[in-house]
C-alpha cells in the first residue's frame, strides 16, 4: 500500500512539473524536449541495467526511484531554485550574481537534497534487502536518470534554436552527470547497510550528499566561468571512468559471494556442483534458460524464478553471515529454498518428460 501511495504522489508531482514546463516552453516544444530527452534515458538505463545484473532490485522499486527523481525531485527543485535565485538578486541586485551562485551553490544543495530523500525512503522501506554499494548506485542512479530526464526536457524545449548544440552537451557529453553526482549518496547508503549499527545511515548520508553537491557545484559552475571543458576533462572524465571502475569491481565481488554462499548450500545437498557453476556466470544462466526452453515457456518462466530465487537466497545468506540478520532472515530462507525446489521440480519436469 505504501509503494502504490509513493508512486501516486511521484506521478502527480510528474505532471504538475511537465505542466509547468510546457507552461514555460509551449506544449510543442515540451513534446520536442520530451521525445530527444528519451535517448540519453535510454543510454543511461542501459548503464544501471549492466549494474543490477546479478540481483536486479524490484521493478516497482525501481519505478519509485525513478518517478521520486522526474516527479518530486525536479517539481521541489523548480520551486526552491527559482526562490534561491530571486533572494540571492533582491540581495544583491546584480542578475549575474544571482544565476551564478543559484547555479554553483543554490541548485547543488537542493537538487541533491531532494534526490538524496528518494534514496533514503527506498533505503529505510527496503532495509532488509539493501545489500550494499551496488543496490545503491542503482536506486541512486534511477532517481538521477529521473531528474535528467526531466531536466533535459526543460533545458531542450527552451532551446529548439540551438538544440543540436545542447544535445551534444547534455545527450552525450554528459548524459550520466546527474547519475555521478547522486551515486555517490547512493553509495553511502549502500555502505551504511553493511553495518551491524542500525543509524549508521544518519551520519553517512550527509557524507554522500555533501560529495554529490561538491560534484555537481563544480558542474554547474564551470559551465557559467568558461572552465567547463577543462574541468570535464579534469573532473568528469577520471570521476566516471573511477566509478566505472568501482562497479566493475564491485559487480565482481558480488559475483564470488554468489559462489561462496551457494557452495555452502550445495555442501549440504540444496544445489548440485554444476548449478552453482551456472549460476555463477551470466553465460551460464543464458544456456540455461535456452535449455529450458525446450519444455515450453512455464518451464522457462521456471527457470528464471529458479536463478533469481537462487541470487536472492545466497544474499540473505550473506546478511546472516555478516551480523545483519534479523527475525525474519530465516522465514525468508525457508521461503527461498522452497521455491527453488518447486521451480526445479517444474523446469526438470517439463524437459525430461
Given at each position: 500500500?505504501?509503494?502504490?501511495?509513493?508512486?501516486?504522489?511521484?506521478?502527480?508531482?510528474?505532471?504538475?512539473?511537465?505542466?509547468?514546463?510546457?507552461?514555460?516552453?509551449?506544449?510543442?516544444?515540451?513534446?520536442?524536449g520530451g521525445v530527444i530527452a528519451l535517448i540519453p534515458l535510454g543510454v543511461v538505463l542501459l548503464g544501471i541495467r549492466w549494474v543490477d545484473r546479478w540481483e536486479p532490485e524490484p521493478r516497482y522499486a525501481l519505478a519509485f526511484a525513478f518517478l521520486w527523481g522526474a516527479g518530486v525531485s525536479t517539481l521541489v527543485s523548480l520551486w526552491l531554485n527559482t526562490?534561491?535565485?530571486?533572494?540571492?538578486?533582491?540581495?544583491?541586485?546584480?542578475?549575474?550574481?544571482?544565476?551564478?551562485?543559484?547555479?554553483?551553490?543554490?541548485?547543488?544543495?537542493?537538487?541533491?537534497?531532494?534526490?538524496?530523500?528518494?534514496?533514503?525512503?527506498?533505503?529505510?522501506?527496503?532495509?532488509?534487502?539493501?545489500?550494499?554499494?551496488?543496490?545503491?548506485?542503482?536506486?541512486?542512479?534511477?532517481?538521477?536518470?529521473?531528474?535528467?530526464?526531466?531536466?533535459?526536457?526543460?533545458?531542450?524545449?527552451?532551446?529548439?534554436?540551438?538544440?543540436?548544440?545542447?544535445?551534444?552537451?547534455?545527450?552525450?557529453?554528459?548524459?550520466?552527470?546527474?547519475?555521478?553526482?547522486?551515486?555517490?549518496?547512493?553509495?553511502?547508503?549502500?555502505?551504511?547497510?553493511?553495518?551491524?549499527?542500525?543509524?549508521?545511515?544518519?551520519?553517512?548520508?550527509?557524507?554522500?550528499?555533501?560529495?554529490?553537491?561538491?560534484?555537481?557545484?563544480?558542474?554547474?559552475?564551470?559551465?557559467?566561468?568558461?572552465?567547463?571543458?577543462?574541468?570535464?576533462?579534469?573532473?568528469?572524465?577520471?570521476?566516471?571512468?573511477?566509478?566505472?571502475?568501482?562497479?566493475?569491481?564491485?559487480?565482481?565481488?558480488?559475483?564470488?559471494?554468489?559462489?561462496?554462499?551457494?557452495?555452502?548450500?550445495?555442501?549440504?545437498?540444496?544445489?548440485?556442483?554444476?548449478?552453482?557453476?551456472?549460476?555463477?556466470?551470466?553465460?551460464?544462466?543464458?544456456?540455461?534458460?535456452?535449455?529450458?526452453?525446450?519444455?515450453?515457456?512455464?518451464?522457462?518462466?521456471?527457470?528464471?524464478?529458479?536463478?533469481?530465487?537462487?541470487?536472492?537466497?545466497?544474499?540473505?545468506?550473506?546478511?546472516?553471515?555478516?551480523?545483519?540478520?534479523?527475525?525474519?532472515?530465516?522465514?525468508?530462507?525457508?521461503?527461498?529454498?522452497?521455491?527453488?525446489?518447486?521451480?526445479?521440480?517444474?523446469?526438470?519436469?517439463?524437459?525430461?518428460?
Amino acid at each position: 500500500m505504501g509503494v502504490v501511495v509513493g508512486i501516486v504522489i511521484a506521478l502527480v508531482a510528474l505532471i504538475a512539473t511537465i505542466a509547468q514546463i510546457a507552461a514555460l516552453t509551449g506544449a510543442g516544444a515540451t513534446v520536442v524536449g520530451g521525445v530527444i530527452a528519451l535517448i540519453p534515458l535510454g543510454v543511461v538505463l542501459l548503464g544501471i541495467r549492466w549494474v543490477d545484473r546479478w540481483e536486479p532490485e524490484p521493478r516497482y522499486a525501481l519505478a519509485f526511484a525513478f518517478l521520486w527523481g522526474a516527479g518530486v525531485s525536479t517539481l521541489v527543485s523548480l520551486w526552491l531554485n527559482t526562490a534561491f535565485t530571486e533572494a540571492v538578486y533582491l540581495s544583491t541586485g546584480n542578475v549575474e550574481t544571482a544565476e551564478l551562485v543559484g547555479a554553483a551553490v543554490g541548485a547543488p544543495v537542493i537538487e541533491e537534497g531532494a534526490k538524496g530523500l528518494g534514496i533514503l525512503i527506498v533505503f529505510l522501506a527496503r532495509r532488509r534487502y539493501f545489500d550494499g554499494p551496488v543496490d545503491g548506485i542503482v536506486y541512486g542512479a534511477m532517481v538521477a536518470a529521473g531528474f535528467a530526464f526531466v531536466e533535459n526536457i526543460l533545458y531542450f524545449g527552451t532551446s529548439i534554436d540551438i538544440l543540436p548544440q545542447v544535445f551534444v552537451m547534455r545527450g552525450i557529453l554528459s548524459p550520466f552527470a546527474h547519475v555521478l553526482f547522486t551515486a555517490a549518496m547512493g553509495i553511502a547508503l549502500g555502505l551504511a547497510a553493511r553495518s551491524r549499527r542500525r543509524h549508521t545511515w544518519v551520519w553517512a548520508l550527509p557524507i554522500g550528499w555533501a560529495l554529490a553537491v561538491v560534484l555537481h557545484s563544480l558542474w554547474n559552475a564551470s559551465a557559467y566561468t568558461g572552465t567547463f571543458f577543462g574541468l570535464y576533462v579534469v573532473v568528469q572524465v577520471p570521476v566516471f571512468v573511477a566509478t566505472v571502475v568501482l562497479v566493475a569491481w564491485l559487480r565482481s565481488r558480488e559475483r564470488r559471494i554468489l559462489t561462496v554462499r551457494l557452495a555452502e548450500y550445495a555442501q549440504v545437498g540444496w544445489f548440485a556442483p554444476h548449478e552453482v557453476t551456472m549460476l555463477s556466470s551470466f553465460a551460464g544462466r543464458r544456456a540455461a534458460r535456452a535449455w529450458a526452453a525446450r519444455g515450453g515457456p512455464q518451464s522457462k518462466r521456471a527457470m528464471r524464478t529458479f536463478q533469481r530465487a537462487a541470487t536472492e537466497l545466497a544474499f540473505t545468506r550473506q546478511r546472516t553471515v555478516t551480523g545483519r540478520a534479523d527475525l525474519t532472515t530465516q522465514r525468508d530462507e525457508r521461503a527461498l529454498l522452497e521455491l527453488i525446489t518447486a521451480s526445479r521440480a517444474t523446469f526438470l519436469h517439463a524437459v525430461t518428460r
